[in-house]
C-alpha cells in the first residue's frame, strides 16, 4: 500500500513541476525571475524521478557502453551498477534551494547591490562543491541496501551535516528575503502573491530537518512524506510565480492558468492509460511510464510556442513591416513622403489582421477627412464625427453603419493627450465576423503611434491641410461651455493639493468654486481650496457604491479607482495596473475617460447654477 502512495504521488508532482516550470518560463520567458523559478521547480522534480526511478529501476543491459552516462548526467557514476537506492543520489536536486534564494533576493525592492550578490554567488558555489562530492565521493551519502520508500536508506557521510546546515540556512536567508518583500510592497495583491511564495518556502524547507533527524538516527520516516511537502510547495511556488509576474505586467494569469492544469492532468491521464495498456499486453517495462509522460508534458506544453515561432518564421512579415513603416512613418514627419508612410503602415497593420478593408480618418472641422486606405475602393463615406467619437477602441456589429461600411467591425480612436483627433478603421477579418483579443493587442500599439505623427504634422497643409484648425473645431464642438476644458481639469487633478496653483487656474473662477467660498476677504488661497473640494467630490461621484467589492476589482470600479488613486493618494501608476490587473494602454484609456466623466460633472454643475 505504501508502495503504491509513494508511486501514485511521486508521479502526479513530477509532472506538475515539470508542467509549471514550463508555464512560469512561457508565459513571462523575458523575466529571469520565471526563468530561475523554473529551474528551480525542475531541479526539485529531480527528487521526485530519483524516487520513481529508484523505486522501478529501469532496465539496462548487462555490458553498458560507456556513453550512455552521458545520457544519465544527474547520477553518480556507478548507479546502474549498484543498488537501487543509487538512484536517489541525483544531483538535479541539490540547486534547487540557492537557485531560489537567487530569485528571492530580485523579488526584493531595490538593484542587486554587492552584499546580495556575494551571498547569491556563495549559494551556487556551495551548490557546486556539493555536486561534485556526490557524483565524485561518498562524503555526503554513500549507499545502503535498504528500501528507497523510507528515508533511512542512505547513510550520511562526513560532510553530510554541513551540507545540511548549508541548505537550512539558504532557506532561512530566502524567508527573510520573502518577509521583507511582504512588508515593502505596495499594492495588497502583490503582498498576498508573496505571502504565498513564503509559505512555500517554509513548507519545503520542513523537508531539510525532517531529512536530517531520518539519516542521522536511522529513522525509518516514509519518503512521501517529503515528497507531499515538497509537491505542495512545488504547486504554491509555480502559482505565485506565475501569478506575481502577470501582476508586475498589469494582467491576470487565474483562468489560463486553471484551464492548463486541466489540459495537462487530461493529456496525461490519457498517455498513462494507454502505457498502463501497453505494459499489460506487451510485458513494457514499467520504468517507461516516466519517460512517456514527461515527454507529452514536454510537448503539449510547448506546442504553443512551437507554434508561435513558426508562425515568426513563416508569417510574421507582416509584423516586421509594420515595425519597418512605422520607423519609416516617424522619421517622415514634415516631410513629402508622410502620406505614403501612413498608407504603407495601413497596409502592413490591415495585412497583419487579414482586414478586409482599412481607413485612417481625421476629424475636419465637425466632419471626418480619409487621409489613408486600404483596399477602399468608394467615394462616398457615410459618417460624421459623431459616428466615431469614443473614449476606447470599439467591436461594433456587422450593418451598424449603412453601405459599404457595412463590414466595419474595429473603431480604434485615435488621441492625443485628451483630445481625440481621428480614427481607424477596420472592416471584418477575412474569413471572420471579428478580431481576437490578440489581434487587437496587435494594432493598438501602431496606432498610438500614428496618432502621434499626426499630431506632429498638423502643420502640413498639403496632406493634412485641415488638420491645423482641430483646435478651433474642439472649441466649436464645446461651445455651449467653452470655459471648461479637459486640459484645464487634467492640470488640476495633477496639482489637487497645490492650492496656490488651483487658485491661479482658469476654473478657479466658476460660479460654482464661488458658491464654495464663504463671505469676506478671499485669497487665491482660498478659492483653490474650494476647488479642490469641488474637485474631490467629483470624483467620488465616479464610485459605483458605498462599499467597495472584494477582488478581483469589477470593471465599473475602474473609473474612480484610477482617478483616486492617482490624483487622491497619489499612488504611482504601475502599483494601480497591479492592483487592477490592467495593462498601460487600459489604464491610459480609462484614466482619459473618467477625467472627461469629471468635465462634463462640472460643466453640468455649473450649468445648474446660471
Same mark, same amino acid.
Given at each position: ?122 549559494? $551556487? ?25 523510507? #528515508? ?22 530566502? %524567508? ?60 504554491? #511556488? ?127 472641422? #465637425? ?19 459623431? *459616428? ?7 467591436? %461594433? ?21 485628451? *483630445? ?24 493598438? $500599439? ?18 493634412? *491641410? ?29 496639482? %489637487? ?9 482658469? #476654473? ?26 469641488? %474637485? ?75
Amino acid at each position: 500500500m505504501l508502495l503504491s502512495i509513494t508511486l501514485f504521488i511521486n508521479f502526479v508532482f513530477l509532472i506538475a513541476s515539470i508542467w509549471l516550470g514550463i508555464y512560469v518560463v512561457t508565459r513571462n520567458p523575458r523575466s529571469l525571475i520565471s526563468w530561475l523559478a523554473g529551474l528551480t521547480l525542475w531541479s526539485v522534480a529531480g527528487l521526485f524521478l530519483n524516487m520513481l526511478f529508484a523505486i522501478n529501476p529501469p532496465p539496462l543491459p548487462q555490458n553498458m557502453p560507456g556513453w550512455i552516462y552521458i545520457l544519465l548526467p544527474f547520477w553518480p557514476i556507478g548507479t546502474t551498477e549498484g543498488s537501487s537506492s543509487g538512484w536517489l543520489l541525483g544531483w538535479l536536486v541539490i540547486p534547487a534551494i540557492v537557485i531560489w534564494h537567487h530569485v528571492t533576493m530580485l523579488l526584493r525592492p531595490g538593484s542587486m547591490n554587492p552584499w546580495r550578490w556575494t551571498r547569491v554567488l556563495l549559494g $551556487y558555489g556551495a551548490a557546486i562543491v556539493a555536486i561534485i562530492l556526490l557524483v565524485y565521493t561518498d562524503l555526503l551519502f554513500y549507499r545502503s541496501p535498504g528500501d528507497p520508500i523510507f #528515508l533511512d536508506s542512505l547513510n550520511p557521510g562526513p560532510l553530510y551535516s554541513i551540507f545540511m546546515g548549508l541548505l537550512i540556512l539558504f532557506t532561512a536567508f530566502s %524567508l527573510v528575503n520573502l518577509s521583507r518583500s511582504v512588508r515593502e510592497a505596495s499594492a495588497e495583491m502583490q503582498r498576498n502573491q508573496l505571502r504565498i511564495l513564503t509559505i512555500a518556502t517554509i513548507i519545503a524547507g520542513l523537508t531539510g530537518p525532517l531529512g536530517l533527524i531520518a539519516e542521522t538516527f536511522s529513522i525509518a520516516i516514509p519518503r512521501v512524506i517529503l515528497s507531499i511537502l515538497l509537491g505542495i510547495a512545488v504547486v504554491l #511556488l509555480g502559482y505565485g510565480i506565475a501569478q506575481y509576474s502577470a501582476l508586475v505586467q498589469g494582467r491576470t494569469v487565474r483562468r489560463d492558468f486553471i484551464y492548463n492544469a486541466i489540459a495537462i492532468a487530461v493529456i496525461s491521464c490519457l498517455y498513462l492509460l494507454v502505457v498502463r495498456i501497453s505494459a499489460i499486453l506487451f510485458a513494457v517495462p514499467a520504468a517507461v511510464y516516466i519517460f512517456i509522460v514527461i515527454l507529452a508534458v514536454l510537448t503539449h506544453s510547448l506546442i504553443d510556442n512551437g507554434r508561435r515561432i513558426l508562425d515568426y518564421l513563416f508569417y510574421d512579415r507582416e509584423r516586421r513591416a509594420i515595425r519597418q513603416n512605422l520607423a519609416d512613418l516617424a522619421s517622415s514627419v514634415g516631410d513629402e513622403n508622410l502620406k505614403e508612410g501612413l498608407r504603407l503602415t495601413l497596409d502592413a497593420m490591415c495585412g497583419s489582421v487579414r482586414a478586409t478593408f482599412g481607413l485612417v480618418v481625421i476629424f475636419d472641422t #465637425l466632419n471626418i477627412k480619409p487621409i489613408a486606405t486600404y483596399r477602399w475602393r468608394h467615394s462616398n463615406l457615410p459618417l460624421s464625427r459623431g *459616428d466615431l467619437l469614443s473614449d476606447d477602441l470599439k467591436h %461594433l456589429e456587422p450593418g451598424s453603419f449603412p453601405h459599404p461600411l457595412d463590414d466595419l467591425v474595429l473603431l480604434i480612436p485615435l488621441y492625443r493627450n485628451s *483630445d481625440q483627433i481621428g480614427a481607424i478603421l477596420f472592416g471584418r477579418p477575412i474569413n471572420g465576423v471579428r478580431y481576437s483579443q490578440s489581434d487587437v493587442n496587435q494594432l493598438l $500599439y501602431p496606432s498610438d503611434l500614428i496618432s502621434d505623427v499626426i499630431q506632429d504634422s498638423r502643420r502640413e497643409e498639403k496632406y493634412l *491641410d485641415q488638420l491645423p484648425q482641430f483646435t478651433q473645431a474642439q472649441q466649436l464642438f464645446e461651445e455651449s461651455h467653452p470655459e471648461i476644458s479637459i486640459k484645464d481639469v487634467e492640470d488640476a487633478l495633477r496639482n %489637487l493639493y497645490d492650492f496656490a496653483h488651483l487658485g491661479d487656474s482658469p #476654473l478657479a473662477g466658476m460660479k460654482l468654486v464661488n458658491s464654495e467660498l464663504t463671505a469676506g476677504p478671499v485669497t487665491h488661497i482660498d478659492r483653490g481650496k474650494a476647488f479642490n473640494n469641488i %474637485l474631490t467630490m467629483a470624483v467620488e461621484k465616479l464610485k459605483p457604491a458605498a462599499q467597495l467589492p472584494g477582488e478581483p476589482v469589477p470593471r465599473e470600479w475602474y473609473p474612480y479607482l484610477i482617478l483616486h488613486g492617482a490624483y487622491i493618494d497619489d499612488k504611482l501608476n504601475r502599483d494601480i495596473m497591479s492592483h487592477l490587473y490592467i495593462s498601460e494602454g487600459t489604464f491610459n484609456r480609462t484614466r482619459r475617460s473618467a477625467v472627461r466623466s469629471v468635465k462634463r460633472m462640472l460643466e453640468e454643475m455649473e450649468a445648474a447654477l446660471s
